[in-house]
């Protein structure tokens, strides 16, 4: 079956620096989505992307989709405390009928 | 509105016992969305309704577990008899249309001695 990969699984940095968090598909993907959840929270959806090659831009969010849509990334320039949190893709392939498929999350800490 | 809401938000019970967690979607939300997360397994699709219809419940993990939308605005999972391992964190979760973004409810902590 489908699966989706994510790299790291935690990263650790010092406010202030940058932060990028990848995900890759075993399959195309139809499109891909972004969520944010904080701990003791649920997830919160940050932004879709569609088009091969997509890139879009959340004020220090930058997210992009991979030219044969089987890969994204997420990066966060200079990152605050309230940045704090773990990110899950969630990718649904190309004609399937089936709905999200998360990948694992990378569980961003950031030290003060 | 509200979102998505979910009760109860913490629940304690003892293997073998009944469990039933709730939910009520976003008002005009057409899917609703049943997730499981644990540490060892993440976020995991357990089933989606579409219009009240189950439309995929590949992900229920064995028959013990239900799950039934029986109005636009009312969802149920049971789990019939729980054990230990179902201990996890459930989510709901309600889309306006097939590949919109999905709003989650703040789950239910099920913790099954």
């Known amino acids: 079956g489908q699966q989706v990969m994510q790299i790291p699984q935690y990263q650790h940095v010092q406010e202030g620096e940058d932060f990028t968090t990848y995900c890759n598909s075993s399959?195309?993907?139809?499109?891909i989505q972004w969520y944010k959840q904080r701990p003791g929270g649920h997830p919160v959806f940050l932004i879709q992307?569609?088009?091969?090659?997509e890139v879009k831009k959340q004020k220090r969010l930058t997210f992009q989709f991979g030219e044969a849509k089987k890969n994204s990334s997420l990066h966060i320039t200079a990152t605050q405390t309230t940045d704090v949190g773990t990110y899950f893709c969630?990718?649904?392939?190309?004609?399937?009928?089936?709905?999200?498929?998360f990948g694992s999350g990378t569980q961003l800490t950031v030290l003060p | 509105d509200a979102g998505v809401i979910q009760s109860p938000r913490h629940e304690v019970t003892e293997m073998g016992q009944e469990v039933t967690l709730r939910c009520k979607p976003i008002?005009?939300?057409?899917?609703l969305f049943w997730y499981r997360q644990t540490m060892m397994r993440g976020l995991e699709l357990l089933i989606y309704f579409n219009n009240n219809v189950p439309i995929d419940d590949s992900g229920m993990p064995e028959d013990r577990f239900s799950a039934k939308m029986p109005n636009a605005s009312f969802s149920t999972l049971k789990i019939q008899p729980s054990e230990p391992r179902d201990s996890a964190v459930y989510f709901c979760a309600s889309s306006l249309s097939y590949s919109y973004e999905q709003y989650f409810g703040p789950g239910t902590r099920l913790t099954v001695t």
């Open positions: 969630a990718g649904r392939p190309v004609g399937s009928a089936r709905q999200l498929t």
């Open positions: 008002s005009g939300h057409d899917y």
């Open positions: 992307l569609v088009k091969s090659g």
């Open positions: 399959t195309t993907l139809s499109n």
